[in-house]
């Protein structure tokens, strides 16, 4: 059974860091190109940063360029997003995705970071909130 499960979510004041975590399961996640996705309340989903499997390439969207990285355990089945210098309007749900199909893929990076193809494997999500 495929799964995704997301952790590391919390309250952090501006500024701060924290690393989310997605754990796969029932299939080899580092076969896959993975995004990291994140809602804020009252806004549509956004994708914010992707892993590409074809060459382990990293892409990231304007907004959170410089201040997020991804990356890979591959032991651990695991992809992480270490984000930095947090600020209030990165508050929101962030979830971790992925598509069996192998022409889901990301390219570029800040305005010109893209997603290409439809998603269908989501976790749960984790909740960030950046508050004082």
């Known amino acids: 059974q495929v799964r995704l499960v997301e952790s590391g979510g919390g309250l952090v004041q501006p500024g701060g860091s924290l690393r989310l975590s997605c754990a796969a399961s029932?299939?080899?996640?580092?076969?896959?190109?993975i995004a990291w996705f994140r809602q804020a309340p009252g806004k549509e989903r956004e994708a914010v940063s992707c892993?590409?499997?074809?060459?382990?390439?990293?892409h990231y969207a304007a907004l959170v360029q410089g201040r997020f990285t991804i990356s890979s355990d591959n032991a651990k089945n695991t992809v992480y997003l270490q984000m930095n210098s947090l600020k209030p309007e990165d508050t929101g749900v962030y979830y971790c995705?992925?598509?069996?199909?192998?022409?889901?893929?990301?390219?570029?990076?800040?305005?010109?970071?893209?997603?290409?193809?439809?998603?269908?494997?989501w976790g749960q999500g984790t909740q960030v909130a950046v508050s004082s």
């Open positions: 995705a992925t598509d069996p199909d192998p022409d889901y893929s990301c390219s570029g990076n800040g305005s010109l970071f893209a997603l290409r193809g439809q998603v269908d494997w």
């Open positions: 029932g299939f080899i996640l580092d076969d896959y190109t």
């Open positions: 892993i590409k499997s074809s060459d382990g390439s990293t």
